[in-house]
């Protein structure tokens, strides 16, 4: 089973951007949309999360996906209000019970306790 691996880089950058680890998670796993990077070879996995784009580069190695940054902008077309997405708590219930479901799933199948 691929494995989806963090890198320091990422987690220094998830805490300099005031990211939350579970919406960079829900990005590389269920992401709305890919694209390719122009610059690196990696590609981005965007999601949107409470109104936000929330984009993660992730790079194939071997079978495993190596997550190297991540960052939040506001949807294109979107107003430029500069708030931060985590100002926006009011995730869709279901979107939120789904998804933990999902990891709940996973710890299961691959028998991981954390």
């Known amino acids: ?38 610059t690196t070879d990696s590609n981005k996995h965007i999601k949107i999360v409470n109104g936000y ?18 960052w939040w902008k506001e ?7 500069h708030s931060h997405p985590s100002h926006h708590k009011n995730q869709f219930f279901l979107e939120r019970w789904i998804y933990q479901g999902v990891l709940w799933l996973e710890k299961l199948i691959t028998g991981k306790k954390n």
Do not use: C
């Not at 949807?75 to 209000?81: F, L």
């Open 53 to 70: 784009e929330i984009v993660a580069a992730v790079k194939r190695q071997g079978g495993d996906w190596v997550i190297t940054s991540a």
């Open 1 to 38: 089973m691929a494995k989806v691996i963090w890198t320091n880089h990422l987690y220094e950058r998830i805490k300099q951007r005031g990211l939350d680890p579970s919406w960079v998670d829900s990005a590389v796993r269920f992401p709305d949309r890919i694209e390719r990077s122009s």
């Open 75 to 81: 949807p294109y077309g979107a107003r430029n209000t």
